[in-house]
């Protein structure tokens, strides 16, 4: 009975999961021109450098100086961008390796 319950209940947590991870992409994801505007908008952060990425993905870094919050951004070529990660305390390096420091 104990097995039976465990399933039920570790099944649930898996359609749970799934729906979120459905929402989460979805929500993360509209026409490049929307996604640069909000950044803009909601945290003041501009384009700061571009690459490209795996199947021929528009890779961009954006990031505010007033408040420090970063994102990263991927366009894909029909033109959908979708956020890949964002945080806060950006800083720019100068890329000067010290001694001892991980490489």
């Given at each position: 009975m104990q097995k039976l319950l465990f399933a039920l209940s570790l099944g649930f947590g898996v359609v749970i999961m799934m729906a979120q991870h459905s929402t989460a992409q979805t929500r993360n994801c509209a026409t490049r021109?929307?996604?640069v505007?909000?950044?803009?908008?909601?945290y003041?952060?501009?384009?700061?450098?571009?690459?490209?990425?795996?199947?021929?993905?528009?890779?961009?870094?954006?990031t505010s100086d007033n408040t420090g919050t970063w994102t990263i951004l991927v366009t894909l070529p029909n033109g959908m961008s979708c956020l890949m990660a964002a945080?806060?305390?950006?800083?720019?390096?100068?890329?000067?390796?010290?001694?001892?420091?991980?490489?």
């Amino acid at each position: 009975m104990q097995k039976l319950l465990f399933a039920l209940s570790l099944g649930f947590g898996v359609v749970i999961m799934m729906a979120q991870h459905s929402t989460a992409q979805t929500r993360n994801c509209a026409t490049r021109g929307k996604v640069v505007e909000s950044l803009n908008d909601q945290y003041g952060e501009t384009r700061r450098s571009i690459g490209l990425g795996q199947n021929n993905g528009v890779v961009e870094l954006y990031t505010s100086d007033n408040t420090g919050t970063w994102t990263i951004l991927v366009t894909l070529p029909n033109g959908m961008s979708c956020l890949m990660a964002a945080g806060d305390a950006f800083e720019f390096t100068d890329n000067t390796v010290q001694r001892g420091a991980p490489t």
